[in-house]
T-cell receptor, first 115, second 114 residues
Framework: AQSVTQLDSHVSVSEGTPVLLRCNYSSSYSPSLFWYVQHPNKGLQLLLKYTSAATLVKGINGFEAEFKKSETSFHLTKPSAHMSDAAEYFCVVIWIGGSQGNLIFGKGTKLSVKP | DVKVTQSSRYLVKRTGEKVFLECVQDMDHENMFWYRQDPGLGLRLIYFSYDVKMKEKGDIPEGYSVSREKKERFSLILESASTNQTSMYLC?????????????FGEGSRLTVL
């Protein structure tokens, strides 16, 4: 069965330090993968997506993610955290043959940024 | 830019009331979704629709129904609201059925049932 796991429910970093949010997936098929960000009381906004082109994907606000098929991972990184990055982040998987109802969301990782 | 509008950002209702949550999109997307979001549980799919008058149950359809009479509008209905339906409700749209299209979300409707 397809699944997606965000390995940390909460990550805390200091401003100016690197951010790493981890996402692993389980799929029999080649997936498309997405990262979304949600600020408090807001909807989800797309940060970046991987759809079988370049494995290193650059997104908005300085975020990037690398698709590693051998590790079934799609971790989100940013070299230097900013206070405005404090939010919840969701990893999403869609795979070939998956129906509309089979978009799978991770449980989310809440990122805190300390001054 | 795709715009997904959820008309009610915050609602407070009483147990047993009928509740309508409306979602309107302006980009002619075929697919529309309703999710609920609860702390620790992430997003869970309630219903989705891939065409006018078409609907499919998601993971947690019990206690909910939906209506899609026009392509741009997808309504979520709570026939008789209960306290365990207190949650954040998110509407989303998506173009086509391919693997690559992303979801576009509304701002959410936070429902409190007393």
């Amino acid at each position: 069965a397809q699944s997606v796991t965000q390995l940390d429910s909460h990550v805390s970093v200091s401003e100016g330090t690197p951010v790493l949010l981890r996402c692993n997936y389980s799929s029999s098929y080649s997936p498309s993968l997405f990262w979304y960000v949600q600020h408090p009381n807001k909807g989800l906004q797309l940060l970046l997506k991987y759809t079988s082109a370049a494995t290193l994907v650059k997104g908005i606000n300085g975020f990037e993610a690398e698709f590693k098929k051998s590790e079934t991972s799609f971790h989100l990184t940013k070299p230097s955290a900013h206070m405005s990055d404090a939010a919840e982040y969701f990893c999403v998987v869609i795979w070939i043959g998956g129906s509309q109802g089979n978009l799978i969301f991770g449980k989310g990782t809440k990122l805190s940024v300390k001054p | 830019d795709v715009k997904v509008t959820q008309s009610s950002r915050y609602l407070v209702k009483r147990t047993g009331e009928k509740v309508f949550l409306e979602c309107v999109q302006d980009m002619d997307h075929e697919n529309m979704f309703w999710y609920r979001q609860d702390p620790g549980l992430g997003l869970r799919l309630i219903y989705f629709s891939y065409d006018v008058k078409m609907k499919e149950k998601g993971d947690i359809p019990e206690g909910y129904s939906v209506s899609r009479e026009k392509k741009e509008r997808f309504s979520l209905i709570l026939e008789s609201a209960s306290t365990n339906q207190t949650s954040m409700y998110l509407c989303a749209t998506r173009r086509g059925t391919g693997q690559t299209g992303e979801l576009f979300f509304g701002e959410g409707s936070r429902l409190t049932v007393l």
